[in-house]
């Protein structure tokens, strides 16, 4: 996501108050101490940034502190965490990669992220999509995939890097299309990736959607084909859902609070009924749909925990096929 993106998500939540703690917290004196929370992953980013805005409305009913502990694919911070106390005050606002992708992509991952944690709430969901530059001859996704499959050797989709959801979601795309020579040119971010493809070095890339992609899209600068989500996304209803044309085209980056497997069930549950109560605020909610987020609509603990087995067991055979291995 870009920076104007982040901040204007930034500006966005921070216009959303809490108007009173969650009468389930109320019944306890949890918490009764400053709950840490890890980010795993550099300041700035859409983690990180909708993690804070979370942080901030707990803390009417007790103290958050946000800390980032970045590297290894958001291994480091998880890992951590899942070392950690499991007492309620030791959490991970985690997501895709550092619940899924990182660890299968390492023979002795610090962590098993099925068994080390127990999940709170899955709270947002950012599509990826696939876009082209208007030279590409098609205008619509089942065009492409005919051009696509006649030319899949002249054809190369640009990623934000090896084993990021937008590199699954190209590799998505290529095997449910049966057009395997598609070339992967990994970039170091989105951002590179983008201004290739807006120049003409690259035809097709698969970025996550922000509004400053739509914006360049409704500027005839790229043409976002479909968005790669189930259904099509409340920030842009214009535009199809692959899903809708090519069934089983859906990868996406979705995040959420997660804490340490023995963390007791009744914490877990509250920070759940707090988490739902903060993305029904109409602020959060405008926030993060305005750059291209949406709020999940269950985000009870056996919802994420379903969510996060069932990914896991769709994104691991993606990955293989596309020859991601442990390392």
Known sequence: MRRRDVIRLGAGLLAGRLVCPSPVLAQNNYPSSPIRLV?????????????????EKMKRVGTVVVENLAGGGGTIGAGGVARGRADGYNLLFGETSCL?????????????????????????????????????????????INYAKANQEKISYASAGTGTVTHLAGELFKQLIDAPRILHVPYRGAGPALIDVMAGVVPMTTPNITSQILSFHRAGKVRILAVCAP??????PEIPAANEVLPGMVMQLTGGVVAPAATPAPIVTQLADMTSQIAKEAEFQSALEASGLEIRSDLTPAAAKTFLAQEHDRLLPIMRSAGLEPQ
């Open 100 to 144: 899924i992708i990182s660890p299968a992509l390492m023979k002795k991952p610090p962590y098993d992220p099925l068994k080390d944690f127990s999940p709170v709430s899955m709270i947002f969901t950012s599509s990826t999509s696939i876009v082209v530059h208007p030279s590409v001859p098609a205008t619509n996704l089942a065009e492409f």
């Open 231 to 236: 259904n099509r996304l409340k920030a842009a």
């Open 39 to 55: 980010v795993p992953y550099p300041p700035g980013g859409v983690v990180d940034v909708v993690a804070r805005q979370w942080a």
